[in-house]
T-cell receptor, first 111, second 113 residues
Framework: RKEVEQDPGPFNVPEGATVAFNCTYS??????FFWYRQDCRKEPKLLMS???SGNEDGRFTAQLNRASQYISLLIRDSKLSDSATYLC????????????FGKGTRLSVIA | DAGVIQSPRHEVTEMGQEVTLRCKPI?????LFWYRQTMMRGLELLIY????????DSGMPEDRFSAKMPNASFSTLKIQPSEPRDSAVYFC???????????FGPGTRLTVL
């Protein structure tokens, strides 16, 4: 089983739609969780951290369910500029240890 | 403020040639990571350094790959000899202890013919 699994998509949604991505991770010792965004032919960039209590940043909401080892990202009122690949990322140990990336979910927002 | 700097941005070489990729992390960051990204395998960690010391190189695919970090502001990833299956985008990332996520450079797109 892969450490971090995501539906690769693509998700094709119209502007203004709400879309949700899910991710599961296999290591119950995982301590930190993130969503990264990667545009075509660009580097991954941190979108937001994911906290146990859930967190929101504008149109983006991230949720963590430790019991189910499940992370989600909700995007409301989708914009054309949201089109990208969204990477679910897990860190097992605190401190300077590597990030483990899912293969990403591709989103296309259509006018 | 400069982010992570990588060079070259693109490299096309022939099988058997030596390839050296370079990275300058964000000033003050004490961890550096080398990742490789392909369509088939996604982003894979190759090696990472804490305070210039290699901590885990279990992701380095073969002895053909080697990485060094001679000081806090510079790292290299070398492939010798290169093979067509090494074609990928190689990312360098840096972070500061306790900061959570890492910051990525723009990547080096390597094509081995």
């Amino acid at each position: 089983r892969k450490e971090v699994e995501q539906d690769p998509g693509p998700f094709n949604v119209p502007e203004g739609a709400t879309v949700a991505f899910n991710c599961t991770y296999s290591n119950s010792a995982s301590q930190s969780f993130f969503w990264y965004r990667q545009d075509c032919r660009k580097e991954p960039k941190l979108l937001m951290s994911v906290y146990s209590s859930g967190n929101e940043d504008g149109r983006f909401t991230a949720q963590l369910n430790r019991a189910s080892q499940y992370i989600s990202l909700l995007i409301r009122d989708s914009k054309l500029s949201d089109s990208a690949t969204y990477l679910c990322v897990v860190k097992t140990i605190s401190g300077n240890t590597p990030l483990v990336f899912g293969k990403g979910t591709r989103l296309s927002v259509i006018a | 403020d400069a982010g992570v700097i990588q060079s070259p941005r693109h490299e096309v070489t022939e099988m058997g040639q030596e390839v050296t990729l370079r990275c300058k992390p964000i000033s003050g960051h004490n961890s550096l990571f080398w990742y490789r990204q392909t369509m088939m395998r996604g982003l894979e960690l190759l090696i990472y350094f804490n305070n210039n010391v290699p901590i885990d190189d279990s992701g380095m695919p073969e002895d053909r790959f080697s990485a060094k970090m001679p000081n806090a502001s510079f790292s290299t990833l070398k492939i010798q000899p290169s093979e067509p299956r090494d074609s990928a985008v190689y990312f360098c990332a840096s972070s500061l202890a306790g900061s959570g996520g890492g910051f990525f450079g723009p990547g080096t797109r390597l094509t081995v013919l």
